[in-house]
């Protein structure tokens, strides 16, 4: 249960992305275009995530544990600061050129597309130095 | 280029990716992040309690394209950029961005937002607004 849980968790992670049609970069820089070919599916698909989790997260946290582990590890800061900011700016610009963020990226590597093949490389190399860049991070970074 | 206004299955699809983080939350106590969820298992600190838990809700994650040939009989349809500079900058900032900000669009956008987390709030509307930026000098000024 344990292991298929996480698994199922996954694959339900993936094809919400495909069925959203945020597996597709396009789609996610139509959003992005307001004054172009604006397509406003991204807010949908935001909203019909947060329609879930939100009712979600609060019945889950009235459980003293998860089933399968001792602690929720739930992200505990509070305070803004200029990493925070500076980060989320960065990242935003990434993902208007590209038209992906991580998750849809990952989902669509098997798709094999040239640019997603160039993408996931560089993302993952962009991961790994601002982990060298950074002073010892909190586990808050499972945000 | 154009694409469908698709109301519906994105609602259904974003409900679908809610549904994925109450099962994570669930289960393990754990936020669906991607970028979270993917930089805790590489160097220079790889989480090694967290390692297979990740990697496994990563191959359910790189499982679902070839699930949906399977199951639809048609590859998911997507338009990537071949310009694999442009591509290779693109992942290169929403990686280092990801790590440095603690969340991308899962983690902040969804997961925190349901929190009621000011820090992803603001970092939601960080990203949003840089994006849109960058979309806008992207299509309408460089390439206008």
Redesign the interface.
């Known amino acids: 249960m344990h292991v298929f849980s996480t698994l199922f968790a996954g694959l339900l992670f993936g094809t919400g992305l495909i069925l959203s049609g945020m597996a597709n970069p396009a789609k996610v820089q139509n959003f992005l275009d307001l004054f172009g070919t604006w397509d406003p599916s991204l807010a949908f698909v935001m909203g019909g995530a947060i329609m879930v989790t939100m009712p979600g997260f609060w019945l889950v946290q009235k459980r003293i544990t998860p089933l399968f582990h001792d602690v929720f590890h739930l992200p505990t800061r509070t305070d803004f600061d200029a990493r925070l900011v500076v980060g989320a700016a960065t990242f935003g610009i990434g993902w208007g050129l590209g038209g992906f963020c991580p998750g849809p990226a990952l989902t669509s590597l098997p798709l094999a597309a040239s640019g997603t093949l160039f993408f996931v490389p560089a993302m993952l190399v962009g991961m790994v130095i601002a982990k060298y860049t950074a002073a010892p991070l909190p586990k808050s970074l499972a945000v | 280029?154009?694409?469908?206004?698709?109301?519906v299955?994105?609602?259904?699809?974003?409900?679908?990716?809610?549904?994925?983080?109450?099962?994570?939350?669930?289960?393990?106590?754990?936020?669906?992040?991607?970028?979270?969820?993917?930089?805790?298992i590489?160097?220079?600190?790889v989480d090694k309690a967290?390692l297979p838990?990740g990697i496994?809700?990563?191959?359910?994650?790189?499982?679902?394209?070839?699930?949906?040939l399977v199951l639809t009989g048609a590859?998911?349809?997507?338009?990537?950029?071949?310009?694999?500079l442009?591509?290779?900058?693109?992942?290169?900032?929403?990686?280092?961005?990801?790590?440095?900000?603690?969340?991308?669009?899962?983690?902040?956008?969804?997961?925190?937002?349901?929190?009621g987390?000011?820090?992803?709030i603001?970092?939601?509307m960080?990203?949003?607004?840089?994006?849109?930026?960058?979309?806008?000098v992207?299509?309408?000024v460089v390439g206008g």
């Open positions: 280029m154009e694409t469908e206004f698709t109301p299955a994105s609602l259904f699809g974003g409900g679908l990716i809610g549904l994925s983080a109450v099962v994570l939350l669930a289960a393990h106590g754990r936020i669906a992040g991607i970028s979270g969820i993917v930089s805790r590489l160097p220079p600190s967290g838990q496994i809700f990563l191959i359910g994650l790189l499982l679902a394209a070839p699930l949906w590859a998911p349809v997507q338009m990537v950029s071949s310009n694999g442009l591509l290779v900058i693109a992942g290169l900032l929403v990686g280092f961005g990801s790590v440095m900000g603690n969340g991308c669009t899962s983690g902040h956008g969804v997961c925190g937002i349901s929190r987390s000011a820090r992803s603001a970092a939601t960080t990203f949003m607004a840089t994006a849109f930026v960058t979309v806008f992207l299509r309408h």
